[in-house]
């Protein structure tokens, strides 16, 4: 099982990003699927998720800016970052879960930098 994100990049505040988890090895649609983030020098927390019913969860500090979508055509899972804030900078990563979010994260992606700055 591989789980690739991508999709990190330099923005400037209020800008905006779309993350990609793209997986070979197992079927993202038959599961949940949640995005995190670790900045420098704090702790690594999840930022949303995904059931595999498509039930959506996010941290408050992103609700109503982030959205997390599947293409399970492609097996491919999105995190669109709207208006993104200095405080967004982080390596995301995505891992899987079971078929709700619960928290049993087995396989996880390598992580894409974003970086928010003026």
């Known amino acids: 099982v591989q789980l690739q994100a991508s999709g990190g990049g330099l923005v400037q505040p209020g800008g905006s990003l779309r993350l990609s988890c793209a997986a070979s090895?197992?079927?993202?649609?038959?599961?949940?699927v949640g995005w995190f983030r670790q900045a420098p020098g704090k702790e690594r927390e999840r930022v949303s998720c995904i059931s595999s019913a498509g039930n959506q969860d996010y941290a408050d500090s992103v609700r109503g800016r982030f959205t997390m979508s599947r293409d399970n055509a492609r097996n491919v899972v999105y995190l669109q970052m709207n208006g993104l804030k200095l405080d967004d900078t982080a390596v995301y990563y995505c891992?899987?879960?079971?078929?709700?979010?619960?928290?049993?994260?087995?396989?996880w992606g390598q992580g894409t930098l974003v970086t928010v700055s003026s």
């Open positions: 891992a899987t879960d079971r078929s709700k979010c619960i928290g049993a994260n087995d396989h």
């Open positions: 090895g197992v079927t993202l649609g038959h599961y949940a």
